[in-house]
T-cell receptor
Framework: GAGVSQSPSNKVTEKGKDVELRCDPISGHTALYWYRQSLGQGLEFLIY????????KSGLPSDRFSAERTGGSVSTLTIQRTQQEDSAVYLCASHYQASAGELFFGEGSRLTVL | GENVEQHPSTLSVQEGDSAVIKCTYS??????FPWYKQELGKGPQLIIDIRSNVGEKKDQRIAVTLNKTAKHFSLHITETQPEDSAVYFC?????????FGTGTRLQVFP
């Protein structure tokens, strides 16, 4: 497919477990973003990558959250020792150039922490 | 820190009427102002954007206006249709980072 692909689409986990969310951006897009959308809320910026480096990690809520990107392509967002307040939809988006422009979003990974 | 405020949070209109959503931003360095539409279960999609060198942009039934002095921008949808029902997000940014508003749920009643 030509769009941004995220997996899993749904994840239910128990409090205290670790989870990994994956994002496969559009081929050739150098910039990749993670946002969090809590129920009925806006899009909360988490982190963005330019290539494999993350110039801005300011949105990560705590040190339980980390992200990496390899090969300038796939990115993984990891949440350790999940808490109930981590329940949300995690959206990934990619962008083809280094300046501000259209973000192409995936459909998100819905995380539920019981 | 950077902040984008969006109003109203919900908006209900009759089909054919106009809808207006307003946003304000705090970072004076912002020079890019997109609007996204999010339908249920989908990721947001860009519907229109404006850069700081223009004050208004139109695309068929939608238009965006920007007032850089006052740091606010607005989305206008004319002749609304039921398929316009969705959540709309404004955003403001520069370089690579976009900060989004909290969203407006628009309902268009037939």
């Amino acid at each position: 497919g030509a769009g941004v692909s995220q997996s899993p689409s749904n994840k239910v986990t128990e409090k205290g477990k670790d989870v990994e969310l994956r994002c496969d951006p559009i081929s050739g897009h150098t910039a990749l973003y993670w946002y969090r959308q809590s129920l009925g809320q806006g899009l909360e910026f988490l982190i963005y990558f330019q290539g494999n480096s993350a110039p801005d990690k300011s949105g990560l809520p705590s040190d339980r959250f980390s992200a990496e990107r390899t090969g300038g392509s796939v990115s993984t967002l990891t949440i350790q020792r999940t808490q109930q307040e981590d329940s949300a939809v995690y959206l990934c988006a990619s962008h083809y150039q280094a300046s501000a422009g259209e973000l192409f979003f995936g459909e998100g990974s819905r995380l539920t922490v019981l | 820190g950077e902040n984008v405020e969006q109003h109203p949070s919900t908006l209900s209109v009759q089909e054919g009427d106009s809808a207006v959503i307003k946003c304000t931003y705090s970072d004076s360095a912002s020079n890019y102002f997109p609007w996204y539409k999010q339908e249920l279960g989908k990721g947001p999609q860009l519907i229109i954007d404006i850069r700081s060198n223009v004050g208004e942009k139109k695309d068929q039934r939608i238009a965006v206006t920007l007032n850089k002095t006052a740091k606010h921008f607005s989305l206008h949808i004319t002749e609304t249709q039921p398929e316009d029902s969705a959540v709309y997000f404004c955003a403001a940014g520069h370089t690579d980072k976009l900060i989004f508003g909290t969203g407006t749920r628009l309902q268009v009643f037939p």
